[in-house]
């Protein structure tokens, strides 16, 4: 591919500095990728994939194509778009039919006569949550050249998602929901410690968990990681389990 002109260049530039008069999220997505499909020569479709509570959907797309390609990596659990946001990195597809990388997504892209595929991470709060995907019928249709004029382009999506309040959360309520999670397992794990050292019941050991975390005036978490923490490697004999209990005690 060759180098895209100056002008075209400046237009993208131009086109992220005047996203941010779009009032929406969607609506700025869907305005990036039209022009993209618009302005990258060999695109023959675009669109932006989000990480929405953990799980990838297309929420702008240049029409069903995009749907289509994507589609093909949530139902094999590999492709480019999902490597992207994973690497935080981009990742791009030269020649469909000679790549390695992505076996299972392969069959899928080309049985939608897609030969390269171009995407570029997108970040928000510290994070990749999600991708600008270009996908065309040419081999070799993007080169470092393409990345270079889509960084403005996708600094903007990313700036729009990071100012997105329903994004931010969203993201928010994953983060509190795996912290519960793992906060719960934990507390259940050092419950059963508890359980088999001072054999108790279970209602017993959460109030031992909760006292104790009371005394110090510290989380019931932070008191399960310092009561697994004291468990040695393997089974534990019955001198190891006292030396617990008196950990706990």
Same mark, same amino acid.
């Given at each position: 591919m060759q180098e895209l002109p100056a002008e075209a260049v400046e237009r993208l530039a131009r086109v992220a500095r005047l996203l941010s008069t779009q009032r929406t999220l969607p609506a700025k997505l869907e305005t990036i990728v039209a022009i993209v499909k618009r302005t990258i020569p060999a695109c023959d479709s675009a669109g932006v994939c989000l990480l929405i509570e953990g799980d990838p959907m297309s929420v702008g797309v240049t029409d069903?194509?995009?749907?289509?390609? @994507?589609?093909?990596?949530?139902?094999?659990?590999?492709?480019?778009?999902?490597?992207?946001?994973?690497?935080?990195?981009?990742?791009?597809?030269?020649?469909?039919?000679? @790549?390695?990388?992505?076996?299972?997504?392969?069959?899928?892209?080309?049985?939608?006569?897609?030969?390269?595929?171009?995407?570029?991470?997108?970040?928000?709060?510290?994070?990749?949550v999600g991708a600008l995907d270009l996908y065309s019928h040419q081999v070799n249709a993007f080169d470092a050249h393409t990345e270079e004029a889509l960084r403005p382009l996708a600094e903007a999506a990313s700036e729009a998602i990071s100012r997105s309040p329903l994004y931010a959360y969203s993201l928010d309520m994953v983060d509190g929901l795996v912290e519960n999670l793992e906060s719960r397992a934990l507390i259940a794990q050092a419950s059963g410690v508890i359980m088999a050292n001072e054999r108790c019941t279970s209602d017993?050991?959460? @109030?031992?968990?909760?006292?104790?975390?009371?005394?110090?005036?510290?989380?019931?978490?932070?008191?399960?990681?310092?009561?697994?923490?004291?468990?040695?490697?393997?089974?534990p004999s019955a001198e190891q389990r006292r030396s617990i209990g008196d950990e706990v005690r």
């Open positions: 069903r194509l995009t749907v289509e390609v @994507d589609l093909v990596q949530y139902e094999t659990g590999e492709g480019p778009c999902l490597a992207a946001i994973a690497e935080s990195q981009v990742i791009r597809i030269d020649v469909i039919e000679r @790549d390695t990388r992505f076996k299972r997504f392969a069959p899928g892209a080309l049985a939608q006569e897609i030969n390269s595929v171009l995407s570029m991470p997108l970040a928000a709060h510290g994070r990749s017993a050991a959460l @109030d031992r968990l909760r006292g104790l975390a009371l005394a110090e005036g510290t989380s019931m978490r932070a008191v399960a990681e310092r009561v697994i923490g004291a468990l040695p490697a393997g089974v």
